[in-house]
């Protein structure tokens, strides 16, 4: 999974598979977290967001999954097509009024046809 | 609607060079921001723009200057380019958390 300090880890599932990245966070304070996805040589695109009110969000064949008793965020991916093959980040933003968000190092999705 | 444009796309710059990387974004955001990408290291944060007419550093400003020139474009200046900063450069604009992304300038400092 992802965390601020390791390296790029690589997950490779194949096609039709169901993904799940992984990403812990450090900051307990923080009340906002977003999934970006980067496809090579493009920038991160949103692809879903949840506060810290809510344990789970669902979007159009994904879930971020919240747990803050562990300090985990989870992406699932439902069955998983070549066009997901990118580099996944977690970003979480700390409370206090601020927007900006601080980024995990990322996750690379390989998906194999 | 071309949402943030960011130029150069490549940029090859000999070390003590200078250089700005252009960004202006369409969107009518307030908050516009410059990070660095490096290999296995996520985004960095270098510089961000909370509102036109304020700057304010983020976790990597050395070596670098912005200048939020309007409400659409946020400059961000090389002085004396350094290998160390050899590094894929993107810029973002947002209304609130959410942040939109231009496609990057991969800058090589030889």
């Known amino acids: 999974g992802e965390s601020v300090g390791l390296h790029l880890p690589t997950l490779s599932v194949q096609e039709g598979d169901n993904s799940i990245i992984n990403c812990a966070y450090s900051n307990s304070a923080s009340d906002y977290f977003i999934w970006y996805k980067q496809e090579s040589g493009k920038g991160p695109q949103f692809i879903i967001d949840?506060?810290?009110?809510?344990d789970k969000r669902q979007g159009q064949r994904v879930t971020v999954l919240l747990n803050k008793t562990v300090k985990h965020l989870s992406l699932q991916i439902a069955a998983t097509q070549p066009g997901d093959s990118a580099v996944y980040f977690c970003a979480e933003r700390g409370s206090g009024g601020s927007y900006i968000p601080t980024f995990g190092r990322g996750t690379s999705l390989i998906v194999h046809p | 609607n071309a949402g943030v444009t960011q130029t150069p796309k490549f940029q090859v710059l000999k070390t003590g060079q200078s250089m700005t990387l252009q960004c202006a974004q369409d969107m009518n955001h307030n908050s516009m921001y410059w990070y660095r990408q490096d290999p296995g290291m996520g985004l960095r944060l270098i510089y961000y723009?909370?509102?036109?007419?304020?700057?304010d550093k983020g976790e990597v400003p050395n070596g670098y200057n912005v200048s939020r020139l309007n409400k659409r474009e946020f400059s961000l200046r090389l002085e004396s380019a350094a290998p160390s900063q050899t590094s894929v450069y993107f810029c973002?604009?947002?209304?609130?958390?959410?942040?939109?992304f231009g496609s990057g300038t991969q800058l090589s400092v030889l």
């Open positions: 973002a604009s947002s209304p609130d958390e959410k942040l939109f």
């Open positions: 723009s909370a509102s036109e007419g304020t700057t």
């Open positions: 949840i506060r810290s009110n809510m």
